[in-house]
């Protein structure tokens, strides 16, 4: 394989990749090379497209993913406008987009609402993207918009079901409309999602402590505690202990 690599052979080494992973899956060896080789490819792949179509839609793309790994936003957001010049209904742009506008240290009202914007174009492309769902809800919930919210967080939820934070944003907001009997099952899948999240513990001890559940209220309520205390600690949290 190391042979093929050096001389540039690509399609063979990648028939001896899958040939190492198959007889030896969990050989530490191979799975070693397998990283570095799988690496090398990539880079190989991305010169050549840089050398080959650098202002290919792809093009744009991949050198706009670049300039955002190094926090240039706004390069990246320029890049990224390019891809939707070539091809408007590009999937995930828009999203990359509103994400770029939100990653400033101090996003303005303007840069809020023009993110709306794209996450709602976003959608319009492709509805599944739960990812945009979920920003929409916490735009939402920063504006104390708790319908809105709850609607968004719901559909991110749905969409991809192990979504926690969009659990914990469906069930918080509810709390907050005082909707405490239906935020219980968003929540409790919350905790399930992320155990060492102390605020989806606190959420859902409150809407058991106002349906009546006190035992059950009182029990997330110091589960809530020993997490923050852990945090405050610097201590890891359960999540981190055992990210499975």
Known sequence: MRCAMFDGQADAANEFLLFLNREFPHDPEVLYVSVHTYSDLANRAAADLATTAPQSAQGHELHAESLETNGKWEEAAKEYRLVLEQNPRAPGIHFRLGRLLLSKSNPSPADADEAKKEMQAELGIDPSNAGAEYVLGELAKQNQQWVEAIQHFSRAAKLDASFGD????????????????????PLQTAVKLQSGN????????????????????????????KLTQKGAAGEPSESQQNPN
């Open 166 to 185: 969009a659990y914990v944003g469906w069930g918080g907001s509810l709390v907050s409309l005082k909707k405490f009997s239906e935020a219980i099952p």
């Open 198 to 225: 102390p605020a989806a513990h606190y959420l859902l001890a409150i809407a058991y402590s106002r349906t009546g559940r006190k035992e059950d209220g009182d029990r997330e309520f110091a589960i809530q505690q």
